[in-house]
């Protein structure tokens, strides 16, 4: 069984897809994660993530073991620098293979991202688009990241995912935006496991 869950940053996606992944002993891929990890080796190596050519060969290489435990990953610098080279095609397109065959060994598997449901896994079984609105998703982020014990201003964080969401969805190549059958699900006014239990009824309907 293959879930697809897509949305916007800090809409909740990751947790929740972390959760019904262990609820149903599936793998789970944050596929967010591999573009981080891209944007990572580029700033590592001091090439400006502008360069397609070399976002690319690093895309083709990545080393896709352990990305989960990289802390590193998961700043706001990482997040913004991924959305830049997320854009590219061919990146996207080194990106795919492993994506696809993800948890082909387990029973199940559930990915999230933004192009899962469409691009990715159009065969999901279920899919869900995770929304809520900006200010809740900047809350969120706000405290997560002084929660790890960053620096981190509501205001800009704010700023930061307008910015990203405008980027996500108005790019040409893999736009964010919801699979005509997927379903969705408004978070503003969610917690974490008010969010599950919504999302365990919309998967146990579909199983
Ligand atoms: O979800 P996360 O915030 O980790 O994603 C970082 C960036 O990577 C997103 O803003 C988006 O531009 C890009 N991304 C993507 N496709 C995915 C997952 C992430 O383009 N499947």
């Given at each position: 069984?293959?879930?697809?869950?897509?949305?916007?940053?800090?809409?909740?996606?990751?947790?929740?897809?972390?959760?019904?992944?262990?609820?149903?002993?599936?793998?789970?891929?944050?596929?967010?994660?591999?573009?981080?990890?891209?944007?990572r080796?580029?700033?590592?190596?001091?090439?400006?993530?502008?360069d397609?050519?070399?976002?690319?060969?690093?895309?083709?290489?990545?080393?896709?073991?352990?990305?989960e435990?990289?802390?590193?990953?998961?700043?706001?610098?990482?997040?913004?620098?991924?959305?830049?080279?997320?854009?590219?095609?061919?990146?996207?397109?080194?990106?795919l293979?492993?994506?696809?065959?993800?948890?082909?060994?387990?029973?199940?598997?559930?990915?999230?991202?933004?192009?899962?449901?469409?691009?990715?896994?159009p065969?999901?079984?279920?899919?869900?688009?995770i929304?809520?609105?900006?200010?809740?998703?900047?809350?969120?982020?706000?405290?997560?990241?002084l929660?790890?014990?960053?620096?981190?201003?509501?205001?800009?964080?704010?700023?930061?995912?307008?910015?990203?969401?405008?980027?996500?969805?108005?790019?040409?190549?893999?736009?964010?935006?919801?699979?005509?059958?997927?379903?969705?699900?408004?978070?503003?006014?969610?917690?974490?496991?008010?969010?599950?239990?919504?999302?365990?009824?919309?998967?146990?309907?579909?199983?």
């Open positions: 069984m293959i879930i697809a869950i897509d949305g916007p940053a800090a809409s909740g996606k990751g947790t929740l897809g972390k959760r019904l992944a262990e609820h149903y002993g599936f793998a789970h891929l944050d596929t967010g994660l591999l573009y981080r990890a891209v944007a080796v580029l700033m590592d190596r001091n090439i400006p993530l502008a397609r050519e070399a976002a690319t060969e690093v895309a083709l290489n990545l080393d896709v073991s352990h990305l435990d990289d802390s590193r990953l998961r700043g706001a610098a990482m997040g913004e620098a991924a959305s830049v080279v997320s854009a590219y095609q061919p990146v996207r397109n080194a990106l293979a492993f994506q696809r065959g993800f948890g082909a060994q387990a029973s199940g598997a559930v990915l999230d991202g933004r192009d899962i449901g469409t691009v990715v896994r065969d999901a079984d279920v899919k869900l688009f929304t809520a609105a900006p200010e809740e998703r900047a809350r969120r982020r706000h405290r997560e990241l929660g790890r014990g960053e620096q981190a201003e509501y205001e800009r964080i704010l700023e930061d995912i307008r910015r990203r969401d405008e980027r996500d969805m108005n790019r040409s190549t893999a736009p964010l935006k919801a699979a005509a059958d997927a379903v969705t699900l408004d978070t503003t006014h969610l917690d974490p496991d008010a969010a599950f239990q919504e999302a365990l009824k919309i998967v146990e309907a579909k199983r």
